[in-house]
């Protein structure tokens, strides 16, 4: 919309006006828009005041109710009915595909996220990367993009030679059948306790994971059987928030690949000895990346490097993302930069998208000392107080089952989204399940009560706006910034701003409900019932664009 009224009015001024100008007032009185005249004072000698003054006077548009200049800012009034009466009709036209767009061209984005470690618990961080990459998944959909879906598994590197050692000297078959994850992350820790006193179980980690480099037959088939029952443990998760992927492959899949790619980094002459291990240098003010450790055995990074080039071979991408906690910034600026001098100029479609720490009363949750949150249970609990409220609230409710899993599931997920992925957040399931204030629930209640209005009213006919209340033309201007939210949380893979834009329009909703008599009014029944099918429309998608279901009826 702010692209329409700068077309508007550059058709009355010379100075250049761009959308990022337009401001949206915060009272209704002060406008729909406003353009501060500030910035063209000095160019044209003249008060803002005055400025502004003389532009209100001038401007005319058949979508322009009236113009009124104040302190310095031109303030645009639009015609409401006649706005009201063409979003209305845009969005029954478009239905879920209103937001749409093609900006992508059809481009192939590789999105590497989720990629959990093997025979360690699903952490909160994983959850992060899983949420917020499956949401930039969907905005990059519906912008016309292509996403690919990658989980990058960490099924490979030193620590599961540790385990080997580990499992062959205290392991056992039938604990692990057991409860795999648990079991080994036991004989994980159990390794490093060990290893503190006897250093030499360190070398053979080494060894033992050299040996599964070099495909010694027993040592795989103990990998294979580890990593198959982390699989399984990860799916049930992955079903529960109803995530999916194009590809699971994993650290381990690019173990014959690497060779090529070392032999490559040492044509180009960018390998470095520096204590026996194998380096590229990256610049003077960081580390040197590690390509081969002294005993020869690869590294997280040489991984990294294959995999990026096999991406680009495979995909075609036009951007490649990953989307890992900020703490590994050092390594995706260090990778970019080996791809960079490697002579790939692609190397600039790669971004890390960083996000913060989970934390539980002010601290970091980790996996070594024991002070985790197993998402599994998190997701459960969720759940369970989702059932709660609904046998408190809606007791009659038929699939109450389905539901309390939409609700808790969505309400962690939620509240992840809603802030800006880069900040550090608290963990607080009650508060995230609350049925007020900026939680998932809060807007899927909001959605089951509009849908709940369009059960009960008369079938739709072609509607007629009469006049438009204050109510209605804020839920109306929400309803329009649709579309241009969804870009730009894509361009800024952001998902927060879907977020708060969902709560909103749904506060937006409530107080239109709260305060404008839908059903009674025969005059505007047509047009009103209109409005709630639009909000339904766009909190459904706005929803499914993070991720969530919307339940129609809780
Ligand atoms: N498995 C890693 C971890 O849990 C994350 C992998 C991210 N993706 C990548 N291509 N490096 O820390």
């Known amino acids: 919309m702010k692209k329409e009224i700068v077309s508007i009015l550059q058709r009355f001024t010379t100075e250049t006006i761009d959308d990022s100008m337009i401001e949206i007032p915060?009272?209704?009185?002060?406008?729909?828009?406003?353009?501060p005249c500030f910035p063209f004072a000095k160019k044209l000698r003249q008060s803002p005041i005055l400025i502004a003054q003389e532009l209100a006077a001038i401007i005319q548009d058949e979508s322009i109710e009236k113009t009124e200049a104040v302190n310095g800012y031109v303030n645009i009034f639009?015609?409401?009915?006649?706005?009201?009466?063409?979003?209305?009709?845009?969005l029954q036209k478009q239905g879920k595909q209103y937001g749409s767009s093609n900006v992508g061209a059809g481009g192939i984005v590789s999105i590497d996220m989720s990629s959990p470690n093997i025979a360690k618990p699903f952490s909160m961080g994983h959850l992060r990367s899983t949420v917020i990459g499956n949401s930039?998944?969907?905005l990059h959909e519906k912008s016309g993009y292509q996403p690919v879906k990658i989980n990058?598994?960490?099924?490979?590197?030193?620590q599961f030679g540790k385990l080997l050692v580990a499992y062959r000297l205290w392991g056992s078959e039938k604990k692990v059948r057991e409860a795999p994850i648990e079991t080994l992350l036991a004989l994980y820790v159990r390794f490093h306790e060990e290893a503190k006193i006897d250093d030499s179980l360190n070398d053979k980690g080494r060894a033992a994971f050299k040996s599964l480099e070099d495909g010694d037959t027993e040592a795989l088939a103990l990998w294979e059987w580890f990593r198959t029952e982390s699989l399984k443990e990860f799916q049930r998760i992955y079903d529960l928030l109803g995530v999916s992927y194009d590809s699971f492959q994993g650290e381990a899949y690019y173990n014959d690949k690497m060779d090529s790619i070392v032999e490559e980094l040492h044509e180009r002459n960018l390998l470095v000895a520096s204590d026996g291990a194998l380096v590229v240098d990256v610049g003077e003010h960081l580390p040197p990346c590690l390509i081969k450790k002294s005993d020869g055995a690869t590294l997280y990074a040489t991984r990294d490097i294959t995999a990026a080039i096999h991406r680009k071979h495979t995909y075609h991408f036009v951007k490649s993302l990953y989307v890992v906690g900020n703490e590994q910034s050092l390594h995706f600026e260090q990778l970019k930069i080996v791809l960079n001098k490697m002579?790939?100029?692609?190397?600039?479609?790669?971004?890390?998208?960083?996000?913060?720490?989970i934390l539980k009363d002010g601290k970091k949750l980790s996996t070594r000392k024991g002070k985790i949150i197993l998402l599994e249970e998190v997701l459960k609990e969720a759940i369970l107080l989702a059932e709660k409220t609904i046998e408190e609230k809606n007791p009659q409710l038929i699939n109450k089952k389905e539901v309390a899993k939409s609700v808790g599931v969505g309400a962690v997920i939620f509240s992840d989204l809603k802030q800006h992925r880069k900040h550090d957040i608290e963990f607080d399931l009650k508060k995230m399940l609350q049925t007020e204030g900026e939680t998932g629930p809060y807007v899927q209640y909001t959605f089951a009560r509009a849908c709940s209005i369009l059960r009960k009213a008369p079938a739709q006919i072609a509607f007629e706006v009469k006049d438009v209340n204050d109510y209605e033309w804020e839920l109306i201007k929400a309803l329009k910034q649709f579309p241009s939210v969804v870009l730009r949380a894509t361009a800024e893979y952001d998902p927060s701003i879907l977020a708060k834009y969902a709560v909103h329009l749904a506060q937006s909703f409530n107080s239109f409900y709260g305060n404008v008599q839908i059903m009674n009014d025969?005059?505007?029944l047509s047009y009103r019932i209109g409005l709630v099918q639009s909000v339904v429309i766009v909190l459904e998608e706005s929803l499914r664009l993070l991720g969530i279901k919307a339940p129609t009826e809780m």
């Open 136 to 138: 930039i998944a969907l």
């Open 152 to 158: 990058h598994l960490g099924d490979w590197g030193t």
């Open 343 to 357: 002579g790939y100029a692609w190397s600039d479609a790669i971004q890390h998208i960083p996000f913060g720490l």
């Open 522 to 524: 025969s005059k505007h």
């Open 78 to 90: 639009m015609k409401r009915k006649s706005f009201a009466l063409s979003l209305l009709t845009t």
């Open 26 to 35: 915060v009272y209704t009185h002060l406008g729909d828009y406003a353009l």
